[in-house]
């Protein structure tokens, strides 16, 4: 495992490189999913606004339940300053995870086009490979230039990676990657698309939205036909593998390596102990996009069923995910839309300047 202070992190990925000489096979789903991929490509510098401006001391713009400390003892305890270095630090920490969670796809898709054997699977990896190097190119851009400050990977995601990384059998880092690590960023970014009261996070959040919801269904596409054909010592390591990474999950937003960098106490302490409305909001929101895929997949056993009843998210299986996803898309648009309208403003008041 990777330190803090590593600058780079390399892990020894198994398997091998799997060629397909059947060109004309393919399955219609996946190759609608491939022009899709191709006809939505986009360019950050021109799609996203970064001219709008954004608060220094809370970049994200979120409201204070949502901030872990938030009625707690030491939360009492805080002046403005200190409020405003936990909200900075906590965006710094969030967007952080994001980015390295989106290099982590770009070399997991990158890996897709290596291993898996049908030329269909293999073309629409390749428009994910484009969108998840947008993907790390943009986050990285809000961080240096609007945050300022970058943490390194949670331990918790690195061993999910990890994991998804090293394991030697093709479908793995589909599902760790297209269904677990790409359906919690989906929901992480839903919500905080949600809440935001900072224009240019609520843009970038639904931008990459729209290109994640269609890792997702690739995800779900490619595996529900293979987890058909698995025998039952194949299917039980894969629910091994989707009940340690659902754990591994729900503990990942508690922002511990923020309250120990800060200074504070650790998490686990009265005085630091996360708020219970943020955390069952957070857990909802994290497992909402992953337990109807997991279920749409095939894996719905009772051992995976009684995980998640564990965890309090079993009656998420129920959500609606073309439903969600066409709603990424019509906030994706929506954005689309406000910015073509302050462009043209400005171009109006740039107009009414030189007349007069």
């Known amino acids: 495992m990777m330190s803090a202070t590593d600058a780079t992190w390399s892990v020894a990925m198994n ?28 360019d950050q510098e021109r799609r996203i606004d970064w001219d709008v401006p954004t608060d220094p001391d809370d970049p994200l713009g979120m409201p204070d339940v949502m901030v ?3 009625g707690s003892p030491t939360w009492a305890k805080l002046g403005p300053k200190n409020i405003a270095e936990l909200r900075l630090h906590g965006a710094a920490w969030q967007f952080s995870q994001f980015l390295h969670g989106e290099q982590g796809a770009l070399i997991c898709a990158s890996r ?11 073309l629409y990896a390749a428009t994910q490979v484009v969108d998840e190097a947008r993907h790390t190119e943009i986050f990285s851009r809000f961080l240096t230039e609007r945050v300022g400050v970058q943490y390194p990977i949670n331990q918790n995601l690195a061993s999910l990676l990890d994991d998804t990384l090293t394991d030697s059998r093709w479908d793995l880092p589909y ?17 905080l698309r949600d809440m935001t009261t900072q224009p240019l996070a609520r843009q970038i959040l639904a931008y990459v939205m729209q290109d994640e919801a269609r890792h997702v269904a690739f995800g779900r596409l490619a595996l529900r036909d293979y987890y058909r054909e698995i025998d039952a010592r194949e299917r039980a390591e894969r629910e091994d593998f989707v009940i340690e990474a659902c754990y591994r999950m729900r503990d990942r937003f508690l922002w511990t390596d923020v309250i120990v ?12 102990r ?6 069952r909001m957070f857990q909802r929101a994290l497992f909402g996009r992953i337990v109807p895929c997991v279920r749409d997949i095939g894996l719905w056993t009772d051992r995976v069923r009684a995980a998640y009843a564990d965890i309090g998210v079993l009656d998420l299986a129920d959500v609606d995910l073309q439903a ?3 709603r990424d898309e019509d906030l994706a648009e929506q954005e689309d839309r406000a910015r073509d309208a302050r462009v043209a403003e400005v171009g109006e008041m740039i107009a009414r300047g030189a007349d007069g």
Not at 175 to 191: D, T
């Open 15 to 42: 398997g091998r490189a799997t060629f397909s000489w059947d060109y004309d096979a393919g399955n219609e789903r996946l190759l609608s999913l491939y022009r899709k991929g191709k006809d939505k490509q986009w």
């Open 68 to 70: 872990p400390l938030y």
């Open 112 to 122: 897709l086009v290596e291993s898996v054997p049908g030329i269909d699977a293999k």
């Open 175 to 191: 599902l760790g990657m297209q269904v677990l690590i790409e359906g919690l960023a989906l929901a992480a970014f839903g919500l």
């Open 261 to 272: 960098a800060l200074g504070y106490e650790r998490s686990k302490s009265p005085e630091t």
């Open 274 to 279: 996360p708020n219970r409305e943020a955390l």
């Open 324 to 326: 969600a996803m066409a």
